[in-house]
């Protein structure tokens, strides 16, 4: 009598845990509906995209016209609800907050996907884009669908759609003037991820701390790091010219974005909307393009005018901190792939 309670208990209780795990996760199973599903302006299918700039940022900007075209373009059955500056989730755990579904959409650095893919480190590989023109050419080519379709993605239940750009990265920091190699020995700078932006500070004889966006003016403010490396725009929009003193426009890596959708709730958005949706991301995407350029320009003014040193490093000095900076190709062509390498520098 005994046994067979307690068995009765067991079995209810893994009902009750398959029951849960459920939950957790959408799934592929349901195929997508065909026109609108049934969602109207009063219940609307929602979107929630997540991201860690402020409103006013090149992605801020690109991620907000995205959702008001897609409520014009769906009389307002689809809602994209975007949540910046790490509102929702930061860096650490937005990659997560997608593959488990909390979130539909995020726009990350690329380099923040090494956690799934090392490759997506490409674009911290030391001067490998000339200029924004070979950017837009690799966002286009075969070669990044390489990494953007990847079934390391797949794998995590992730779909990549497009490429938004951003732009070339600079070095800051509050200590001195960085226009010599030498001048990067024994400062701490702030990374966003992975092994190759260590090696390439390594490799200046800097050290570095990987700290999320969200609390990095935080971390330079009160000397955790000297300095920080990133685009015109993002450095203005998050005021950092506050807490850095020289800023040298060195151009040495870039920062883009990918948009990454949760494929199982992707797929099973009722086919007209799907459609909608896909056209405003494209028009979204190339206004995310104009806007990186005119962003930018504006921001570097204002970084100009802020008070702060700004250094534009010579084409020689330029060329001294590539040198340098060779042992990273070294240590990271393999991880990267050469494909992925020689691929983006035949694109030039
Ligand atoms: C950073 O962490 O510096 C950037 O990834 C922020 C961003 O999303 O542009």
Redesign the pocket.
Known sequence: MKKWLLMSLMAVLVLALAACGGDKKETASAPAAEGDGGYTKDKPLVIKFS???SIDSV?GKAADAFAKLVEEKTDGKVKVEVYPSSQLYG?NDELDALVSGNVHMIA??VT?MVKIDPRWQYVDMPYLFENEEHVRKFFDSDVAKTILESDQLAANDIKGLVFWE?GFKHFSNNKHPLVNVEDFKGLKFRA?AGKVLEAQFKALKAGSATIS?GE?YAALQQGTVDGQE?TFN?FDTQKYQEVQKYFSVSEHGR?D?AIFVNKPFWDKIPSDLLKAIEDSLDEATTLAWDLAAEENAKSYENIKNSGIEVIELTAAQKEAIKAELEPVYEEFGKAITEDLINGIRDLK
Do not use: M
Request: charged share 20%; hydrophobic share 20%; no cysteine.
């Open positions: 991201h860690v700039t992605k860096d990350p650095s923040k951003n966003q966006f990095t990133n993002n920062l974005y």
